[in-house]
């Protein structure tokens, strides 16, 4: 009977490390609120902007940098904003929008390779007699999409939407009627928008419209919500366009805060999340769709879940609010948000999960040849191939992305791991071939 205990408190604990968990990206950012944290990979490193004074030890204010190991001021000649959202990359460069504060205008700004800011000319943006803010950000046929909260940018007149072809503003027709435009995405050639608004160039729309590069028009009936941040999120799964937020209805019909979008008609995402709650964030890791919002308790765990074109599923520990934006960086999910706490993630975490495969359609997973056994391991364990390996390369990395080993491997169809100086817990073991086929499996050291 002992045994058998044992055996079922080990299981659970071998099944617990193997979920997927948040973790903590070295101290955070010291504020998560005042709208999040939006994320964006650039030239190798984790950028992210927020209402922060300070991310890890830095002294970053309104954006900072993660490599992997710990934050840093990304360009400490410009070091100084209230906030940097959103975050996108142009032309080659990220491009930054510095919220306004005391009443001064808002502005737009850009890093280059170097990783050195600069203010865009005639950025200046501003709604009336008050200040202004850019909700939402896209690139569209080689143009910098932005809407939001302004009236005016540059030297021109917008009503709640402008474009950049990176040297000059332009009017998108005669815009959209309300300043809660707060997403935007490319979808079948055309840029969608979401928010909360009933006319976009002049014809009527509900919360959601798309524009063909000279007019906007309708999707299927659009959207009904419950408050002026109706739309939260867009991404596209499985070939769809996924829609979330505080929506009720998508083209007359009850959807429960998310809906999806074939090109033609909306469909219901397995019933909803009826009074579960709406999300604010979404994003395709792997083959799932990950997302993030203002869940009720119990329903899933720690505001996040993920989507397999079937089921919900709760997702991981160690969040205590939910996300308002993911990235990927260095094959791992990230999620910025207004989570914080003693021993929890504060502003940014990072999922314990690798997967070097997503969002490359070239890349073969190796899953069927390879076996590690014995896994869990106290000393040492055997890594093999179903066919030889002429030039591949085996790297080891811990739960917080940092690599530990590095091993050639020619001409062989095993590896001998051994335990060594690595201490007891999960690993994560990625072997990638001549032919840049990539495998990522766990293994976990007693």
Partial sequence: MKRIILLVIFTAQFLNALAQNWLPTGNGTNNGFNGGVNLQTYNGKLIAGGAFSQAGTAAAHGVAMWYGTDWSIVDSSMNNFFAVRPLIIFQGQLYGFVSPINNTPGYIIRLDSSFKWHIVPNSNFAYQTHTGYINSACVYNNELYIGGYFDTIGNIYANH???WDGAAWTQVGTGINNEYVNGMIVYNNELYIGGAFTEAGGITVNDLTKWNGSVFSDVGGGLTGASYWAFRAFEIYNNELYIGGDLDFAGGVPMAHITRWNGSSF????????SAGSPEAMKVFGNKLYLGGYFSSGVFHNQA?????????SLGIGLNAGPTGFEI???????????????LPNGVAVLDTLNCSTGVNEIHKLDYSISI????????????????????????TNLLGQEIKTIPLVHTQQLIIDKGEMKPGVYFVQTIDDAKRICNKKMVVE
């Fill in 305 to 313: 879940c993920t989507w397999d074109g079937v089921n919900f599923d």
């Fill in 373 to 396: 056994a014995p896994n869990p391991f106290t000393s040492q364990t055997t890594l093999r191939f179903g066919e030889e390996q002429t030039n591949t390369t085996v790297v080891l």
């Fill in 329 to 343: 960086y260095n094959c791992q999910l990230y999620a910025g948000g207004r989570f914080n706490g003693t021993g």
């Fill in 267 to 274: 469909d219901s995402v397995c019933g909803g999340f009826g």
């Fill in 161 to 163: 939407v402008a474009k």
